[in-house]
């Protein structure tokens, strides 16, 4: 089972080399993007040269379809790779996983084939995931994105323009759906992607002016496909319990709670399964304790 780690990263390198040297196996590549708005230097200094670092780098904005160029520059480069991976993982620089590297190699080999990337129809209000994220334009970063916001509003009020966006006059048949960012897919699933961005340059553009497309793009893509039917939710865990707009650090609670779960499952919303990573691992002492907790699960390995 080969596997290539897609990673998005702006912050926080020690951290990242944290996370490359627990994800580190024969079976592995990871592939980084380090947004292009940072200095690359400190994370080309602290992680080992088996990693590769992504020429292309697209500077990066919270929301934004940049966060969606990134993934699919990640996984050009991955499928391009002279190694065949049976699956390609999504994650950030601040996750970390939950599992051994031969544990996460072996659940891949048990569910091969399945789809991991969290999905529901839109609007879900359970999911917090408006129709408004489509209707609505979003001016892109940047002084032109600004303008075109801010024209389209002023001329919308006038009546001059409609205020909502018909997205049925872009997707036709297409169903939209959302969830989280992260994924896990097979690599045939995602050479369906590639060619489905390729083939429908009118959709792709539409969602360059949607409020975070990168919970709606891949979903809405495969949710509308043959590999539907082998969907499942996502393995990363995410703790939304405070609200807000980004989950929770990882801290001390979380720790005792994945101590006490060894084979750590949710059901909700996006169905239940078993997760493999957790994010937002910000603090070095935090990542610390989980390798120790994963080494005392595989003492010799």
Same mark, same amino acid.
């Given at each position: 089972?080969?596997?290539?780690?897609?990673?998005?990263?702006?912050?926080?390198?020690?951290?990242?080399?944290?996370?490359?040297?627990?994800?580190?196996?024969?079976?592995?590549?990871?592939?980084?993007?380090?947004?292009?708005?940072?200095?690359?230097?400190?994370?080309?200094?602290?992680?080992?040269?088996?990693?590769?670092?992504?020429?292309?780098?697209?500077?990066?904005?919270?929301?934004?379809?940049?966060?969606?160029?990134?993934?699919?520059?990640?996984?050009?480069?991955?499928?391009?790779?002279?190694?065949?991976?049976?699956?390609?993982?999504?994650?950030?620089?601040?996750?970390?996983?939950?599992?051994?590297?031969?544990?996460?190699?072996?659940?891949?080999?048990?569910?091969?084939?399945?789809?991991?990337?969290?999905?529901?129809?839109?609007?879900?209000?359970?999911?917090?995931?408006?129709?408004? *994220?489509?209707? +609505? %334009?979003?001016?892109?970063?940047?002084?032109?994105?600004?303008? /075109?916001?801010? $024209?389209? =509003?002023?001329?919308?009020?006038?009546?001059?323009?409609?205020?909502?966006?018909?997205?049925?006059?872009?997707?036709?048949?297409?169903?939209?759906?959302?969830?989280?960012?992260?994924?896990?897919?097979?690599?045939?699933?995602?050479?369906?992607?590639?060619?489905?961005?390729?083939?429908?340059?009118?959709?792709?553009?539409?969602?360059?002016?949607?409020?975070?497309?990168?919970?709606?793009?891949?979903?809405?893509?495969?949710?509308?496909?043959?590999?539907?039917?082998?969907?499942? *939710?996502?393995? +990363? %865990?995410?703790?939304?319990?405070?609200?807000?707009?980004?989950? /929770?650090?990882? $801290?001390? =609670?979380?720790?005792?709670?994945?101590?006490?779960?060894?084979?750590?499952?949710?059901?909700?919303?996006?169905?239940?399964?078993?997760?493999?990573?957790?994010?937002?691992?910000?603090?070095?002492?935090?990542?610390?304790?989980?390798?120790?907790?994963?080494?005392?699960?595989?003492?010799?390995?």
């Amino acid at each position: 089972m080969n596997i290539a780690y897609l990673i998005l990263a702006h912050r926080h390198p020690e951290q990242l080399s944290r996370l490359v040297h627990q994800l580190r196996s024969p079976n592995v590549d990871m592939f980084v993007h380090i947004d292009a708005q940072v200095d690359i230097d400190p994370f080309l200094r602290v992680v080992g040269s088996d990693v590769q670092f992504l020429a292309k780098r697209i500077p990066i904005y919270w929301g934004d379809y940049s966060l969606i160029s990134a993934a699919l520059v990640l996984m050009e480069a991955a499928l391009a790779a002279p190694r065949r991976y049976d699956y390609l993982v999504l994650i950030s620089g601040a996750d970390y996983p939950l599992r051994s590297t031969t544990e996460i190699e072996s659940f891949f080999i048990e569910n091969n084939g399945i789809q991991f990337i969290d999905s529901v129809a839109m609007p879900s209000e359970a999911a917090a995931k408006p129709l408004s *994220r489509l209707t +609505t %334009y979003k001016g892109r970063p940047g002084p032109l994105g600004w303008c /075109s916001g801010k $024209g389209r =509003r002023l001329f919308g009020g006038l009546g001059l323009m409609e205020k909502g966006r018909d997205y049925k006059k872009y997707f036709g048949e297409l169903t939209p759906y959302a969830g989280n960012q992260w994924w896990a897919l097979t690599r045939d699933a995602c050479i369906y992607v590639q060619k489905f961005v390729a083939d429908n340059p009118r959709i792709m553009k539409f969602y360059e002016n949607t409020h975070v497309p990168d919970e709606m793009v891949f979903q809405t893509i495969l949710a509308n496909s043959p590999f539907r039917p082998n969907m499942r *939710r996502s393995l +990363t %865990y995410s703790d939304w319990s405070r609200g807000g707009a980004n989950p /929770s650090e990882i $801290g001390e =609670r979380h720790i005792a709670m994945f101590r006490a779960n060894p084979r750590l499952r949710i059901d909700g919303i996006y169905g239940a399964g078993e997760l493999l990573f957790c994010r937002k691992v910000m603090d070095t002492t935090i990542s610390d304790q989980l390798a120790v907790m994963i080494q005392q699960r595989n003492p010799g390995r």
